[in-house]
Nanobody
């Protein structure tokens, strides 16, 4: 069992930066591929970024590529999402998720078995 807790969300202005954190407790963190997803009001949840178990491979949605960076610290059992040059359209609840295959860093929700409760990010124009 893996428990995920996100933090770092908040209200910022367009162009600002935020760093989200997702702390894991439970089993060996490096055994999981990790992903960030987001859900805006009235929209379906969508993939944002993912990283494999050792942090050597990452994947980004086109909408955030070049602005967001996913990283992980396996010793701290934490995955991060550095978000720069935020836009109003980035407003959403952000979720981290864990895939039990450390080789994976995919974008499909069904690959992820464990989910956090989410953290709200609001970007004002």
């Amino acid at each position: 069992q893996l428990v995920l807790v996100e933090s770092g969300g908040g209200l910022v202005q367009a162009g600002d930066s935020l760093r989200l954190s997702c702390a894991a407790s439970g089993r060996t963190f490096s055994s999981y591929g990790m992903g960030w997803f987001r859900q805006a009001p009235g929209k379906e949840r969508e993939f944002v970024a993912s990283i494999n178990g050792n942090g050597g491979a990452t994947y980004y949605a086109d909408s955030v590529k070049g602005r967001f960076t996913i990283s992980r610290d396996n010793a701290k059992k934490t995955v991060y999402l550095q978000m720069n040059t935020l836009k109003p359209e980035d407003t959403a609840v952000y979720y981290c998720a864990a895939d039990p295959n450390p080789l994976n860093y995919g974008l499909e929700e069904e690959m992820y078995d464990y989910w956090g409760q989410g953290t709200q990010v609001t970007v004002s124009s």
